[in-house]
């Protein structure tokens, strides 16, 4: 088995065996659903499919952040980090590995909301649009994954969770997602296209709806995506661990 | 043919010198104990070494190559420290998953056989004993059929028994030709286990040599008596009163002996022995603190 794959296996029996840690990254976008989605756009099938991948892009930037943010940082905390270092393998298995565990814990986070919406609301999609919005989620994790590996090696966990909570909601708000393609405040309007968030969710809308996105939106994703693989680059290159002085 | 090298190696943490400009040669086949007090730098020099940080200046070298390259990692086994295993994992998902990372493993039951886990397989680390966890960290250095291993202070918290179980399973590495660098305060277990002695103290390797030769610098020896009262005699560097003797720790035995027999005291039962390794450690680690009184 290849390196990463026996990382992530591991990154994700470790998950598993503690389950309340997926019960949380699945909790916040499911209560989103209920007290939000449900109540105003539930009746109607356009809003309703809109408003659900909004949800889904809030899950898995929710996922990914604290998973990345807060793991990686309590992990780097711990002894047994330090100790896989000194094993024959560079950064690269490691990462993948982390990043493919992300991955399975991004889709179990997605699947209330998804539950939620089938049966709650009258959104619907087809089946090609339904396993489209499958893999614009791995695409879109890949911004939020960077951003959590960002923080997780460059701060101790305390303040990563700090950081991670801060960051997290204005690129929620500011991005768009708690409000529909075209009913977002004009501020908002105005700074979204900017943000990796608006990017994300556009490229969902894209491939459950007959939405069409902004070419700044997504052409400032792939910026996003490549100045935060760098930073997040920068910050594990930098890391020897925990930091005393 | 040299497993690991420090050259004039530094480490500086903040405003704190952890190393300063130290030397250190492994050789292969050797088996060098590294030993000194808590936050004499032992730890820092041995993370240096095995790639977990890098030197403010000087040159680490691993295997002939730069630690900090998977590739120089490939005949190093290294132990964790036993609370950092992953709880939630059981022993074999441990092993197996240090496994995968070299090509040619130890299977895991010989290994678990080894270092008596066999029965422990399908228990969760954060279950074991804290006897069994740290058997299980000493074994993950193994799982690579390295020819160095770096022990961080193997046995820590071990009882007697478990501790010359470990030993055993370090001296049968050795003697089939493995290199072993083991750090310790446990005086008893250098000297036991190791060829060569590598002191360190504030930062700075203050002796290397054989165990012998170690004893022999620092020439401390100990003469121990039965006597009421002493007069502050010179030349004594510790003294403690145990079981009804006096022992005192000097560099010059006779002198000492002759300024007893000049001082008029009254004494019986002399004896003069060389020191352990830990007395010789005390007294070359001593320099700085002011010079204890004679009682």
Known sequence: MPLALVHARYQLLEIIRIPVAVVGSAFFPAAA??????????????????????????????????????????????PWNPYTRTLPAGPAPRLAGRILAGLV??????????????????????????LLGLGAVAVVSVPFTLLGLAIGYSLPSKAAIVVAQ??????????????????????IKAIAPYLPTRGAVELIWTAVTDFRPDIRALVMLVVWVLVLAALAGWAYRRDEGRRFS | MILARAEQVSRRYGEV????????????????????????GKSTLINLLVGLRRPTAG??????????????????????????????????????????????????????????????????????????????????????????????????GLDVEARHALWDAIRGFHADGGTVLLSSHYLEEVEALAQRVVVIGHGRV???????????????????????????????????????RLHLLTSDAD????????????????????TSLEEAFLAITADDRPAPAAA
Do not use: K
Not at chain 2, 224 to 235: I, K, Q, R, T
């Open chain 2, 255 to 274: 002198q000492l002996v002759r300024d007893l027999v000049t001082a008029g005291v009254a004494f019986h039962d002399l004896e003069v022995r060389p």
């Open chain 1, 33 to 78: 659903m209920l007290f939000f989605v449900v109540p105003f756009a539930g009746d109607d099938p356009v809003g309703a499919t809109y408003a659900t991948a909004a949800m889904v892009t809030f899950a898995v930037m929710s996922a990914n952040i604290f998973q990345y943010g807060v793991g990686v940082a309590e992990d780097r905390d711990q």
């Open chain 1, 166 to 187: 801060v960051i997290f909601f204005p690129l929620a708000f500011g991005g768009g997602l708690l409000s529909g393609p075209d009913d977002a405040p004009g501020f």
């Open chain 1, 105 to 130: 814990l991004t889709y179990v986070s997605m699947i209330p909301v998804v539950l939620i919406a089938a049966v709650a609301t009258e959104a619907r999609v087809s089946a090609v649009q339904f």
């Open chain 2, 59 to 156: 040159r680490v070298e691993l295997c002939g190559g730069d630690p900090r390259d998977p590739a120089s990692r490939r005949q190093l086994g290294v132990t964790p420290q036993e609370t950092g295993l992953p709880g939630t994992l059981r022993v074999g998902e441990v092993v197996d998953f240090v496994s995968a990372h070299f090509p040619d493993p130890v299977p895991r039951g010989e290994l678990l056989d080894r270092f008596g886990l066999a029965d422990q397989v399908r228990r969760q680390t954060g279950g074991l004993s804290g006897g069994q966890r740290r058997r299980l960290a000493v074994a993950l250095a193994f799982v690579g059929r390295p020819r160095l291993v770096v022990l961080d202070e193997p046995t820590t």
């Open chain 2, 206 to 244: 203050l002796a290397d040599d054989s165990v012998a030769a170690i004893r022999g610098i620092v020439g401390v020896r100990r003469v121990s008596l039965v006597a009421h009262d002493l007069p502050a005699l010179p030349g004594v560097v510790a003294t403690e009163r145990a079981d009804g």
């Open chain 2, 17 to 40: 010198l952890a190393l300063d400009r130290v030397d250190l040669t492994v050789r292969a086949g050797e088996l060098v104990g590294l030993l000194g007090p808590n936050g004499a």
